[in-house]
T-cell receptor
Framework: GAVVSQHPSWVICKSGTSVKIECRSL??????MFWYRQFPKQSLMLMAT?????????EQGVEKDKFLINHASLTLSTLTVTSAHPEDSSFYIC????????????FGAGTRLSVL | AQKITQTQPGMFVQEKEAVTLDCTYD???????LFWYKQPSSGEMIFLIY??????QNATEGRYSLNFQKARKSANLVISASQLGDSAMYFC??????????????FGSGTKLNVKP
């Protein structure tokens, strides 16, 4: 079964509104989570690394004020797309490394955001 | 230079046959991990197989095996006895350095596999 839960799976919003996406690790603690953006038929683009109890680390070119990340607990990270515009429409997906020798990243099911 | 290169944008394979998806990587680290993920049209990323840089044997997970050639810096995924449900995008990924939570992954551009009945 899924080890990382992401909600909502699909959201449609009006331009100018904010949208919050949740990412939860279900049976393990994750001090780090990752947020990706994926355009159709393209690879995953890392947006930011979410760190529990501290500020997120954003990749170059990603607007910190546009994509707010909060990692408030060891099992929950949220991504808020603020004042969303049509160009923010995309597939957003989170992941969490489970630790251990392999430290595999497990992914949420993703969120399809459509901004009208 | 790209960290992960997948040179096959699309592949076709006949059902029940084997198929190899290519992946080459670039790193100067001695310790790294290589991963393959499957992404069906639903969008979820499904972990398939892992190979550590110090692993001497090729990794296997059911019908999936990883052909690891360290000197060539290649980590090809082999799917045996293809099934219709194997039709999906496949991504190769690498994590550099020791196994730390904050070590990010580098992903290739993906290969779209179509299994023909």
């Amino acid at each position: 079964g899924a080890v990382v839960s992401q909600h909502p799976s699909w959201v449609i919003c009006k331009s100018g509104t904010s949208v919050k996406i949740e990412c939860r690790s279900l049976d393990f603690q994750a001090t780090t989570m990752f947020w990706y953006r994926q355009f159709p038929k393209q690879s995953l683009m890392l947006m930011a690394t979410s760190n529990e109890g501290s500020k997120a680390t954003y990749e170059q070119g990603v607007e910190k004020d546009k994509f707010l990340i909060n990692h408030a607990s060891l099992t929950l990270s949220t991504l808020t797309v603020t004042s969303a515009h049509p160009e923010d429409s995309s597939f957003y997906i989170c992941s969490a490394p489970r630790g251990g020798v392999k430290n595999i990243q497990y992914f949420g099911a993703g969120t399809r955001l459509s901004v009208l | 230079a790209q960290k992960i290169t997948q040179t096959q944008p699309g592949m076709f394979v006949q059902e029940k046959e084997a198929v190899t998806l290519d992946c080459t990587y670039d790193t100067s680290d001695q310790s790294y991990g290589l991963f393959w993920y499957k992404q069906p049209s639903s969008g979820e990323m499904i972990f398939l197989i892992y190979q550590g840089s110090y692993d001497e044997q090729n990794a296997t997970e059911g019908r999936y095996s990883l052909n690891f050639q360290k000197a060539r810096k290649s980590a090809n995924l082999v799917i045996s006895a293809s099934q219709l449900g194997d039709s999906a995008m496949y991504f190769c990924a690498m994590r550099e350095g020791w196994e730390r939570d904050f070590n990010k992954f580098y992903f290739g551009s993906g290969t779209k596999l179509n299994v023909k009945p």
